[in-house]
Structure formats: C-alpha cells, structure tokens
C-alpha cells in the first residue's frame, strides 16, 4: 500500500514563480482552522453556543411570564438575552483562539510551518486575521440565529423590541468576542500551549472581577474598571455607567489587555527557538 | 549552495555548536555525521532558522533562511518527523505547506504518490507508523522540488525498499545539480550514498572532506597476508616502514604498505605468499577514530557481556 514509485522530475514546483505570499499564508491558515477535528468543533460551537445561551434566557423569561410579569424593558430583556449568548460564545471562542495558537507548539507543527514560512509575524498575522474572520462570520450568524429562536419566546413573554436595538447589542458582543479571541490567540502563542491559552484566558475572564474585588477591597480602591470583563464590554457598548467619559479610561485598559500579552508574545515568537 | 560561518550555539554555559564552519556544495550527496549531541540537528535547525544562533551565519544561496522569497524552492527540510499535526490528514498537512507558495494543488499528489503514500493521502498522520510518518517528512521536503535538500535520519523506520529509494534519492538530486546533505548514524547506508562527509564532535567540525580522504586519513590502508615462513618477512616489512601484527600462527596484517609492496618484498625475499589481500576500510571505522574523544554520551559494557561473547565464540569453533 506504500510502495513507492520510481524517482521521476516533477517540474510541477518549478518555474511557475511561486513564493511566500501573504495570501497564500492565509489560505493556509485558513486550511489548518478547517482541517482539524478539534478546530472544527469549536468552530460549529460558538454559533450553538451564542444561540443556545440565548435561547435558554429567553425561554427562561417565558417561563417567568407564564406565573407573573416580568418586570425587565423589553430592550434590557433583549440586552441580557444577547449577553447570555456572548458569554456562552466567549468559551467557544477563547478555546478555538487557543487550540489555533497552542495546536502549531503542542504537535510540533510549528517546526513545518516555520520552514515554509521563516517570518513568523507573518505566519501570526495570517493566523489572526483567519481567527477574526472566523469569530465575527460565526458569531454573526449565532447572534443571528439566536434572535430567531429566541423572538417567540419573549413575545410570548411580551417582551418585544426593535430589531435595531437587538442588532446593536449583537454587535458590540460579537467586538467583545473578537477582542476575547485576540487576547487567547495572544496567550496561547506566549504559552504555546493550548491548555495553558484556555486556562489562563477563562481565569481573566471569570476569576479576574472576583479577584479585583477581592483586591480593592484590601486596599480600599476600586479595581474592578480596570478587569477586562469590565473595561471591554462597556467599550464595545460605547455605553460606561460611569459616563461617557470614563470610556476612554475602558479604551485604555482592553488596549493594555491586547497590547502587553501581544507584545509579549509577538517577542516570544520572534526571539524563542521553536 | 548552502554556507555556515562560525556558527555557534550556547544553552547557558553549555556549547552546543561551536564556532562551525562548511559548506554544502551543490552537485554532490554529503553525509553529516556525528555522535549524539555532537550538534547536528541544532546546526541543521539554525541553518533553516528555527533555532538563532548565539553568533554566526548560515546562508542559503548568500541569504539568510527566514529571506529567502521561497523558502520550500530553495531548500527541502525533514528535520523531525514529528513536526505535524495527529490530527491533520496527510494531504491537509502537504496543503498547509504547498498554499503558503502558491504551488499548484497537484504537486501535493505527486509528492504524495512519490513516496508512496497516494492510497493513504486523506488518513490522519496520526494512524501512521514511523515509517509513512517518515515517508510524509520526505513528501513535505519535495514539495517545492528544492535546489538543496536537508534530510535528518532519512531512512529511520523505512522498510528496505524505503531505503533503496531515499539512496536513489540522494543520488539522482545531486546527479541533478541540487545540495543534498543527510544526518545520519547508520555508517554503511551512508557509505553507499554520500561523496562528502561533515563530522561533527562535541559541537565542532572533526572531518570536512571527501568520502575517500576520509578513509584514507582516519583508517590506513591494512593488509591481511598468510605465509608459512611469516617470520623471515616481518623484518623487511618493518624496514620498509610497515607495521606487522602477527593475527594467528602464520597470518598477520600490515599497516602502511600496498598490496604490491608487501608482494615485492616476499618476492625479494623467496617468501610465498599463500593470501594477501586488503582489510575493506570502512567509514565506521574511520568515524569510530574521528570521533573517540568526541562522544558526549556513552554506553557501557552489558554485563556478563564478555563472557557471552567468549562462550559463543567457544561453541562457534568447537
């Protein structure tokens, strides 16, 4: 079944003036994220899980309506649904950002991939875009998706609110879950390691506020503005309880967020044999 | 053709490679050899820009590696047969490498059917044994049909026909005009294959040179002789700057004369001569000579080892 067949001239690679392409890099990042069972996997659930997490808020508030009023605007209803959704799709999306990165060091693909493509930025770039590209067509369609099958049940729970509204909470979540990705494709390439990615990244994002608190409490200072669960969705909201402007002071802290970890990666990825 | 200058690689206060020069010469197969831990694969590594060198140069074709424009055109690589994903099919994996160039998506089957591996293209390299694993390295290094070709332990885990076909390999690349050269510790395999051999010790270069050079220096040329009255030509030999040691009752080997010498000199002395020919030099013998100060790790007698081999050598002659 493995025999192999005489030596015979190829010429097929030769003379056609082929060469690294940025195009071509992304095509095959594009290929990598398509071609594993694990990437794909988590491809499929962040629309499910935006979706789902959607639709189990609002059957949970037709359920409440079935016994009493609500109580919530239409449009906060609506908000929390979409938050629910997001917050579900954040697990999906820090796990296929991490898997992306961690998958390349933890298979020692990386080695083939850098002796293809020798200018890692390139390859990183490549693989950030396709990864973005990927969360905000899918987290599209799970926001999408969502409202669909989530809209009978808040009418029957006559909480009904204009599409715009709903469209515009989707995608200040669906900026929320790429600057997630960002920050595990970050980790993930630090760590190189995809277990280490996902952890380090869902402990940011669930264990960080609890810590701040924590923190602030000790020391008597508000810490909780500058948690990225805190500094980004009030961003991606263009809307900080705090007034409009504390939102440059959120701008600030997500940008810390992604630039130190990016840039202590972007060194690591550089600098590191691999 | 490929070039390293004074390249040296440090981990802390170990040296890995020090301050190694070669050059991979276009047109011929050479060998690179050397005891585990002599620096090979981290050479290999900095010439393709996977490890950075703590100083020096390695240049492919006057360039750095990470500046070639094509990187798979100019050199094909299997450094370690690992470097993929279990969970990629095999033509996945080539694809991954062949878009990155722009090469045309039938290259994949042809590297694919040339190694043999058409019939499995789309099973996940993870089910492979070492040897497909090994035969998909080789694919991935063919792909851009490189004008030099870097091979780590090509042959590991083939079957015979595997091996055939790599030697074959080697030899039609550089027929061709391409650099071919091959790490490797099985000496006889690349005896058979290579025109030029790089030694490497403890990080440095031992040997640079050809394959005959290299046998002629490292193992001189021992002669086995049988005569009934060794005796009376073990004085002439010695004068005329041999060097004799008596093997068995009436058979020695001589070091440092021909064939033709010994055989003047029994003529001259009415000696016959009842067997004389040349002791083969092997490459091993000569690495063995290269490299006996230059191993970093070194295995021990088995124990009751000797006595085994004296009981076997026991039952043999009885």
């Known amino acids: 079944m493995t025999a192999v067949h005489p030596l015979r001239p190829s010429g097929a690679a030769r003379g056609d003036g082929s060469r690294v392409r940025f195009r071509g890099v992304l095509r095959s990042e594009l290929g990598k994220l398509t071609s594993l069972r694990s990437l794909r996997t988590a491809l499929a659930a962040v629309p499910l899980l935006i979706a789902g997490g959607m639709l189990l808020r609002a059957w949970a508030y037709a359920q409440t309506a079935q016994h009493a009023p609500v109580g919530v605007p239409p449009a906060a209803a609506w908000a929390d649904v979409v938050d629910i959704g997001t917050h579900a799709g954040e697990l999906a999306v820090v796990v296929l950002a991490a898997i992306a990165a961690g998958s390349e060091y933890t298979a020692r693909a990386a080695v083939s991939t850098y002796l293809a493509v020798p200018r890692r930025p390139v390859v990183a770039a490549a693989k950030a875009v396709v990864v973005l590209a990927a969360t905000a067509v899918l987290a599209a369609l799970g926001f999408v998706g969502g409202a669909v099958v989530s809209a009978p049940f808040l009418s029957a729970a006559r909480l009904e609110a204009p599409w715009s509204a709903v469209a515009g909470d989707a995608a200040s979540s669906a900026a929320l879950l790429l600057i997630v990705a960002l920050l595990a494709l970050a980790v993930g390439t630090l760590t190189r390691s995809t277990a280490a990615g996902i952890a380090i990244v869902l402990a940011l994002l669930l264990v960080g506020p609890t810590v701040a608190g924590l923190l602030g409490a000790v020391i008597g200072v508000d810490l909780t503005p500058f948690t990225l669960t805190y500094a980004a969705p009030v961003l991606t909201a263009l809307h900080d309880p705090a007034g409009p402007a504390a939102l440059a002071g959120d701008a600030v802290v997500t940008a810390a967020w992604l630039v130190v970890p990016g840039a202590a990666a972007a060194s690591a990825l550089v600098r590191r044999d691999v | ?318």
């Open chain 2, 1 to 318: 053709m490929i070039e390293v200058t004074h390249l040296t690689k440090r981990y802390g206060p170990a040296v890995a490679v020090d301050d190694v020069s070669f050059r991979v010469e276009p047109g011929r197969v050479t060998g690179f050899l050397g005891p585990n831990g002599a620096g090979k694969s981290t050479t290999l590594r900095m010439i393709l820009g996977l490890d950075r060198p703590t100083s020096g140069r390695a240049t492919v074709d006057g360039r750095a590696y990470a500046d070639l424009p094509a990187p798979i055109r100019s050199v094909g690589a299997m450094l370690d047969t690992r470097a993929l994903h279990p969970g990629r099919s095999a033509s996945a994996h080539l694809r991954a490498i062949s878009d990155t160039h722009g090469l045309p998506r039938r290259r994949v089957g042809e590297v694919l059917d040339l190694t043999g591996l058409g019939d499995v293209a789309r099973r996940r390299v993870g089910t492979f044994s070492l040897g497909m694993t090994q035969r998909l390295g080789i694919a991935a290094a063919l792909l851009g049909d490189p004008a030099a070709i870097l091979l780590d332990e090509p042959v590991n885990g083939l079957d015979p026909e595997g091996v055939l076909w790599i030697r074959a390999l080697a030899r039609r690349m550089a027929a061709e005009g391409r650099a071919v050269l091959i790490s490797s510790h099985l000496m006889s395999e690349v005896e058979q294959t290579v025109d030029h051999v790089l030694v490497l010790g403890a990080g440095r270069v031992l040997a640079d040179a050809s394959l005959q050079e290299l046998l002629d220096a490292a193992a001189p040329l021992r002669v086995r002789l049988r005569a009934e009255d060794l005796a009376r030509i073990v004085g002439p030999l010695v004068a005329a700057g041999g060097s004799v040691l008596e093997t068995e009752p009436h058979r020695a080997e001589v070091t440092g004369l021909t064939p033709d010498r010994i055989a003047r000199i029994a003529a001259d002395h009415d000696v016959v001569l009842t067997a004389l020919a040349p002791v083969e030099r092997s490459l091993e013998d000569a690495y063995f000579a290269l490299t006996a100060d230059a191993a970093r790790y070194r295995t021990r007698p088995l124990p009751g080892a000797d006595e085994r081999a004296d009981r076997l050598t026991e039952e043999t002659r009885s």
